[in-house]
Every structure is written in C-alpha cells, then in structure tokens.
C-alpha cells in the first residue's frame, strides 16, 4: 500500500511510476495480411493489406474502376505516399454505405489503421497526418418547420 508521510522532505524521496506509453505490437491474421475498419460518412469499409506489388482492389473491382474520379484515388493513396510505402502493399478493399466520397475517406482512415497495424511504427507519422482521427462530421438532420435541415421555406408577403 502507499507509505505514510511526516513532511514535506518525505515527499521528495519518494517515486510515483510513471504511466508508461502503450506499446504498439504489429496486428496479422492466419493469413499473414493486416486488417482495419475505417468510417466516414455513412460509409464503412473494411480493409486487409499484405506486401505484394500494389495492386488495390475495391469490391473486388479495380480502384480505377471503382473510384473514376482522380480525387477520390489521391485521396484514398494520401496514407501510402505519407508513409512513404506506395506500390508496396496489396490492398483489398470492402465498402458499403454512403456515397463515393465518404466511401473514399473511409477507405483512406481504415488503410491508415491497417498500416498501423501491419508497421506499428508509422503510427507516428499517420497521425501527425491526421489519417488515423475518424472524421465525424456528419449530415446534419432534418428539423419540423424547415425545408431541410436549417433552410426556411420562402417567404412570401402576399
């Protein structure tokens, strides 16, 4: 239990532990990949990387095909340039709800964790990117009285 103190010299001499920083250990199942879940939106997409030559397949569809637009691709790639490990991953993709824009971000966040689990040390440099923060804006409800969520019906005088 924690020793009694007489004075305020007591309370020098003693040492408190320090809460050590977690340890991050690397994360692989049965098949040697690393797997993540990532969210944005409405969107959910679940992802498993293993080292190959950097083929990206999204519900089992190629990303190019996937995701046609350059935007969605640079945005979903930004984890893999930042730790500096393009082309060296392959990454197999399942995503469902939401559109392709929070489809794309929830890919981007689950690929970031899935690093983090497969090199626990770029855990450092993800986050500094802010990749492995879930964004948590979302679409704002409908209030009664409202045309939508806060726009007013028009007005009219007469």
Request: aromatic share 6%.
């Amino acid at each position: 239990m924690a020793e009694v103190l007489n004075s305020l010299s007591d309370l020098g001499g003693t040492k408190t532990a320090a809460p050590e920083a977690p340890v991050h250990v690397q994360k692989l199942d049965a098949h040697g990949r690393a797997y993540a879940t990532g969210k944005r939106k409405d969107a959910v997409a679940r992802v498993w990387i293993k080292p190959g030559s950097g083929k990206i397949t999204v519900n089992n569809r190629a990303v190019e095909v996937y995701f046609a637009r350059p935007v969605l691709r640079m945005i979903l790639n930004q984890p893999l340039v930042a730790a500096g490990r393009a082309d060296q991953y392959d990454i197999m993709v399942s995503c469902n709800g939401g559109g392709l824009s929070g489809q794309a971000g929830a890919v981007r966040h689950g690929l970031a964790r899935a690093l983090t689990f497969y090199e626990p040390e770029l855990r450092s440099v993800l986050k500094k990117g802010g990749f492995l923060t879930r964004d948590s804006r979302t679409v704002e409800r409908k209030k009664y009285g409202k045309a939508k969520a806060r726009r007013s019906f028009q007005f009219s005088k007469r």
